[in-house]
């Protein structure tokens, strides 16, 4: 009888909180993870660059950036539905669970800040940002307290990232 309650239980709390809800979703043609260097080719910064086709400019044009500060934001390949994926708590805009799906993803180590050129052909004002991610505040209690449990996605350790790219 214990163990058919507490099925009950999570049965009702699987259908109550939907943590799918929780996860601010966007999708992008482009994601550039950027390794900024100095000129004595010391490590400035990371960070993730999402791109969008502009078919009228014909190029590739700067939506949004975050620094990185976690190997989640680096997307990882979406063996199921195809693309790239990645999803991290985005400290940008309040801490919300953001996913990015993607088409393609690039890596590139420069001395030059790639979204700071881009600046030059469409100025960050009028650049379509990622979706806002609604405070916290603004939800109801049953989703906020979803918010702890949200899944994400598998990765075999934290600096998985690094390793890879030190070899």
């Known amino acids: 009888m214990g163990t ?20 601010t979703v966007d999708e992008v043609d482009v994601v550039e993870v950027n390794h900024f260097y100095d ?8 960070q993730v660059i999402y791109y969008d086709w502009s ?17 989640t934001q680096v997307p990882l390949r979406d063996w199921r539905d195809g693309g790239y994926v ?4 985005d400290f940008k805009q309040r801490n919300g669970l953001r996913r990015v799906k ?5 890596e590139t180590w420069t001395q030059h800040d790639p979204e700071l050129v881009e600046r030059e052909f469409l100025a960050q004002e009028n650049r379509t940002e990622l979706t806002r991610i ?3 505040s603004s939800l109801p209690l049953a989703r906020r307290n979803a918010r702890q449990t949200t899944p994400s996605l598998p ?3 934290n600096n998985e990232y690094r390793t890879a790219t030190t070899r």
Not at 39 to 46: E, T
Not at 55 to 67: C, F, K
Not at 86 to 89: A, R
């Open 39 to 46: 000129d004595q080719g010391r490590l400035v910064f990371d």
């Open 155 to 157: 990765r075999a350790e």
């Open 86 to 89: 990645s999803e991290w708590e």
């Open 134 to 136: 609604p405070t916290a």
């Open 102 to 106: 993607s088409k393609s993803v690039r």
């Open 4 to 23: 058919t309650s507490i099925q009950i239980a999570v049965c009702m709390a699987a259908f109550t909180l939907s943590p799918a809800d929780e996860v």
């Open 55 to 71: 078919p009228i400019h014909s190029r590739y044009q700067v939506r949004d950036w975050r620094l990185l500060k976690s190997p």
